[in-house]
């Protein structure tokens, strides 16, 4: 069964930690061993790991981001959000990470971020579980 989460961004450009949220789904599904998928359905989000102890981070790669596809860019996509388009491909759509003994492996530093880049929107993350 697919699980869902709905995320409320609150800027155009952000990253939302939801390792929490996503912690609390697998708590309900008595999974032991296995993979989680995070996915989003979306073309101008992502989804990533990255750090979570310096908020710095956050900025900087949503900085970097920015000057590798500045929003302004003399884009052809009608609808003016193709800098988002271009990142929500950069950063990807998924992640898996490994369950073990009924907990995402993630490292120390390590957090699930939703990567907002056309915000702000409700966003919708799906979820799987897979026993393995
Ligand atoms: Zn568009």
Request: with cysteine.
């Amino acid at each position: 069964m697919i699980k869902r989460l709905e995320i409320k961004t609150t800027a155009r450009i952000q990253l939302v930690d939801i390792t929490a949220q996503v912690r609390g789904v697998l708590r309900n599904e008595h999974l032991t061993s296995g993979v989680a998928v995070v996915y989003v359905p979306h073309t101008t989000c992502g989804i990533t790991i990255n750090e979570n102890a310096d908020p710095a981070v956050k900025e900087d790669i949503t900085a970097a981001l920015g000057r590798l596809v500045p929003e302004d860019g003399g884009y052809r996509h009608a609808e003016g959000n193709a800098d988002a388009h271009i990142k929500a491909s950069l950063v990807g759509s998924s992640v898996s990470v490994i369950v073990e003994s009924s907990s995402l492996v993630l490292g120390t530093w390590q957090g699930i971020y939703l990567a907002e880049f056309d915000g702000p929107r409700k966003r919708s993350v799906l979820m799987k579980f897979i026993q393995g």
